[in-house]
Each structure stands twice: as C-alpha cells, then as structure tokens.
C-alpha cells in the first residue's frame, strides 16, 4: 500500500519498533500473533511452560490408565487361561480315564496321554489357552521322566505363542526356557544350553533381570553348563541369580532355595564337597521350612547333602543320612518307585565302601531284580546297579559271583555306551581286578591292555578312572613277576590321580600302599620308607 503522508510512515515505524501490527501489511492471524509474542515475550514463555507443562501430566495420565488397561486386560486373560486350564484338567482329564473307560487302576501316564489327544479339539479358537495346557502336560510328563513326551509338548507350546505372540514376547521367552531345558534332559547339550541363552536374553528385556521367571531360567542355564563340564561359565550365572534372588525373591521364596541347592551341586560335581556343604545345608533349612521333611524337595538335597560327606569320607555322618534318607523317600514314594531304588543303590555303596558289604549286597541283589524287571537287563540303570553289585561281591570275598556280574555288565555296557566309553572301560577294570584276585592274571593284563588302549578318551573325560586302572595293572604286572613294570604303573597312577581335581583319598592310599609292598619286596626300604611317608603326611 501507498502511505498518505510522512506522518502515516513515521507512526508504522513506531509500531514496528513496538512489535505492533503495521499498517503496511496484511493483518493475517499469525502475524499478529507472532507481533504479540515479541510484544510480551517472558508472559509467553511462562504460559508456554505451563501449557507444557500440563500437557506432559494430560499425557503421563493418558498413558498409565493405557497401561492399566492393558496389565487388567492381560489380567483378565491370564485369568481366563488358567480357568480354562484348570476345568480342561479337572473335567475333560478325569473324564477320559474314568474307570469304566479304563478301569479302576488306572496309572497318572495314562491319563496324561488320553489328554494330549483332546487339547487341541477342546480349544479350537483358543491358541494361548492350548498353549497353556501343552505346557502344564508337558511339566507333567517330565516329572515322571517321559522325556519325549514332554519335549513334543513343551514344543507345541513355544510353536503357539511363537505365532500369536511373536518371538520376543515374555510368554514365549518363558516357553523357550521350557524347550531349552527339555531339548537338554534329551541329550541335545549344546542345542539346551543355546536355546536358554537366548531364552535368558529376552526375558532380561522383557521380564527384566530380577524376575523369577528371568532367575530360573538363569539357573536352568547355569546347571545345563555344568553338565557340560562348563564349571567356570556357570560359577558367574550361579552367583549373580543368588545375589538377585536373594534381594529380590526373599530367602524362603521358592527359586531361593532351589538356587542354592544347584549352586552347592555346582561344587559337588567339581569334587569341592567341603565348599558344597553351606550351601546345601541352607538349600535343605530353606525346604523344611516351605515343604517338610518329606517333600520330594528336601528329599533331594538331603540326598546331595549325604553324597557329600561320603564323598569326603565322613562315614559317620554319610551313613545316617542315607539311611534317614531312604525311610524318607519310602514312606513317600513306597518301596518300590525309581526313586526309592535310587537311593537304595547310594546307601549299598556307602556300606560297601564302610565295609558292611552284608548289608550292602541285599540291597543291591533287589534293585537289580527290580530294575531288570521294570526296565530290562541292558537299562543304563540296571548296569549301574550291575556294576556296583558285582565290585560288592569282589569286597566281599565272592569272587565267582564277581565275575559273573561284571562279565554281564561289561557286555550290556558295552552295547549300549560302544567299547571306549568310560562307563564300559570303568566295568572292564574291575573284571581286570576280578580277574586277578582270582588268580587269572594273565587274562586281567590282557584286559588292561584293551582298556589301556584308550587311554586318551580317559584321559580327556575320567581320569579317575585312568588312575584306577593304572594302579590295578600295577597290581596285575608284579602278581606276574614283572616287577619294574609294575613300579612304572604305580608312579604313573600316583601321577594322574595327583592331576584329578579333589581327588579321593582312599584312591591314592591304595595305590601308595601298593607301591611301598612292591619297594619291600624289591628290598628297597629307604624308597619304601619314603612313599610310607607320603600316605603318613596325606592322613
């Protein structure tokens, strides 16, 4: 526009000076606002941190109640799942083995696999409730040792929620755990332990690390790796799940106590008895107070706790826990359940090794009739039993019933673990030692010559065993007069069984006490004097 005079130019200036609108310009909505802003600049921003201000708590409130209905949505759905679980278990379940249908002594396996074959018909439209289910069937299954069962279900599961849920969902995470464990309990090591990193991973993110779903899958991890042999992977996890758990979880929660029991477990594999034992003791308080004496929790760590002080050779506290022990386990899981026999087989070996063999052969003469029995002759728990009978009968003077024994075992283990697996070297050795007490030396040397002949497997996965069969050839050269030869085999023996870690005490007072009857015979007295010495000091 065209002003009429200079004095219309001056006052447009004075009103641009003073951040007013100008004649000049179009007085559009935004001009004038923004005149105004220049005008009344710290009013302005003092609205504005207000305005934000209130913004930010409108939209804090927005999102919590966002939030809260989602968490009572998941709520009502968790609540829903687990309605839905409990009626299909308690109805659908027990209707598919009601008594007339499968009569009146029907076995918890067969009611766990006329339901397997209902879960997805029942839910058709209802996938997590499905996956749900599968997962609580397949806890089931592998309480009672059904591995593949329960691996197909645990399978199931994380297939479900993998598609509704997606792959770094919380549920699936859990799931994964569950799939990891099993795929482990299988014999697939390596692919159980990858699978619950990754598990471990997305439940840290999403559950967050003190969770108890994110600690147990934690531990699950630490205890597969242990089972590797992985010892110094697991010390970490084991040690980091305890400080957590005990912050956050409480000492009496659940995954508290079950953290410690696997940490001592940690030690006792490692043959660290002495370091297991507080641990254990506070695993074994912490189940009597949640469960009882007689819960299969406290029975468990009452077993671990009983192997240590017999590990460490401390008969008289070994031999009244095993014995406690198995009347615990009886009067809860009967005479006759796996269970039972497990501990059974234990308290045999303590007597054996206490030299109570009378009471040690009864013992395991009836687990090996019920094992054979319930799982066949070439069972790995059958053999066990077998191979603990037989060393029994040898302790005991009976060599004829020894050998009969170990031969059955060294061909059973033989087909099911192959010729150099240490289980079959460990039976060989002993019917080597059978066969020389009994006078048959030269076929115990040719025995010792076939185990001998894979050495580096033992050397790399039991050199307990390595030093075993050294020493007992040792025993077999110098019963055939090859005396220098012998001398070698029993250095050698000392020298491996000093590189095991923890090594068992009795295990090199035999070899030392042979070694020094050797050095006698050879009329060696000072040298015999001086291995006399290392037994002296050891004690």
Not at 454 to 469: F, M, P, T
Request: hydrophobic content about 40%; some cysteine.
């Amino acid at each position: 526009m065209r002003y009429g005079g200079a004095s219309d130019l001056q006052q447009d200036l004075d009103r641009y000076l003073r951040n007013e609108p100008v004649v000049a310009r179009a007085p559009t909505t935004m001009y004038r606002v923004r005149k105004f802003v220049q005008r009344n600049r710290a009013s302005v921003a003092i609205a504005s941190v207000l305005v934000l201000g209130l913004l930010g708590a409108v939209a804090g409130i927005l999102t919590g109640m966002v939030r809260a209905r989602a968490a009572e949505r998941e709520a009502r759905e968790q609540a829903a799942i687990a309605e839905a679980t409990t009626r299909f278990l308690n109805e659908d379940l027990l209707s598919a083995v009601a008594p007339e249908k499968q009569g009146p002594d029907v076995k918890l396996r067969e009611v766990l696999d006329a339901a397997s074959g209902l879960i997805d018909e029942r839910f058709p439209d209802e996938p997590l409730t499905r996956a749900a289910i599968h997962r609580t069937v397949g806890e089931a299954y592998s309480r009672l040792g059904q591995d593949e069962d329960a691996y197909a279900h645990f399978e199931r599961a994380l297939d479900i929620r993998r598609e509704v849920l997606g792959d770094r969902h919380v549920d699936t995470a859990d799931s994964l755990n569950d799939f990891g464990a099993a795929t482990a309990v299988r014999g697939d090591m390596r692919g159980g332990s990858d699978l619950l990193a990754e598990a471990l991973a997305i439940l840290r993110e999403t559950a967050g690390p003190d969770d108890a779903r994110t600690l147990t899958c934690q531990r699950q991890l630490a205890s597969i790796l242990v089972w590797q042999g992985r010892f110094e992977e697991a010390e970490p996890l084991y040690a980091d799940a305890l400080e957590r758990a005990r912050r956050a979880l409480g000492p009496d929660h659940l995954e508290t106590i079950t953290l410690l029991n696997d940490y001592g477990l940690l030690y006792s594999r490692q043959r660290r008895p002495a370091e297991a034992i507080p641990f254990l003791d506070e695993a074994y308080e912490g189940y009597l107070r949640i469960r009882g004496e007689q819960s299969a929790d406290a029975l468990v760590v009452a077993s671990n706790l009983a192997s240590c002080y017999f590990t460490l050779g401390n008969y008289e506290e070994a031999v009244p826990r095993f014995e406690t022990l198995l009347e615990n386990t009886v009067a809860v899981f009967g005479e006759t359940h796996p269970k039972t026999y497990s501990v059974m087989n234990n308290l045999a070996i303590v007597y054996r090794r206490n030299g109570r063999n009378a009471d040690s052969i009864p013992l395991l003469e009836t687990i090996v009739a019920a094992r054979s029995e319930a799982h066949g002759p070439t069972h790995r728990s059958t053999l066990t039993s077998m191979h603990n009978l037989g060393r029994a009968y040898l302790s005991a003077g009976r060599p004829g019933d020894a050998q009969r024994t170990l031969e059955r075992t060294v061909r059973g283990r033989t087909e099911v673990y192959g010729d150099d697996h240490p289980k079959t070297l460990s039976s060989k050795s002993a019917l080597a030692y059978c066969y020389g007490r009994s006078g048959f030396v030269e076929r115990a040397l040719e025995l010792d010559a076939a185990i001998l002949a894979h050495r580096a497997v033992l050397e790399a996965k039991d050199r307990r065993v390595l030093g075993l069969v050294l020493s007992r050839h040792g025993t077999h050269l110098a019963a055939a007069g090859r005396l220098d030869e012998a001398e070698s085999a029993f250095r050698e023996a000392e020298r491996v069984f000093l590189t095991v870690e923890n090594v068992v005490p009795s295990d090199l007072e035999r070899n030392r006490a042979s070694m020094v009857e050797l050095l006698e015979r050879l009329g060696r007295s000072e040298d015999a004097a001086a291995w006399r010495a290392k037994s002296t000091a050891a004690s």
